[in-house]
């Protein structure tokens, strides 16, 4: 003789669920959205830095130019292996110009 199991609380979830909480409407939450939406901003357009073309050698009629990722990322190479090669540089800082 086996019992019912017990009773899914599945049903009255949804209801809970739909109804909008006190937290959801605090500035934290509110900071945290927009910082969110920041980031996909920030995402979205570094997102077309990898098909964007050079301007300048686009203008000067460069057969397949680099993009401005390829450009980016070439440069932060070249300044780890000149930082690694000279200990004068400041890798962080010529990574980030």
């Known amino acids: 003789n086996k019992s019912a199991p017990p009773a899914n609380d599945a049903a009255a979830a949804p209801a809970a669920a739909s109804k909008p ?7 934290a939450v509110a900071a945290d959205n927009d910082a969110a939406s920041r980031a996909i901003d920030f995402f979205t357009l570094t997102r077309t830095l990898k098909t964007t073309k050079r301007t300048g050698w686009v203008m000067r009629g460069v057969h397949h130019p680099e993009s401005i990722a390829d450009h980016m990322y070439r440069m ?6 000149a930082s690694f090669s000279d200990g004068a540089l400041d890798t962080n800082r010529c990574i980030k110009l």
């Open 76 to 81: 932060s190479l070249m300044s780890m292996i």
């Open 21 to 27: 909480s006190e937290e959801a409407n605090t500035p």
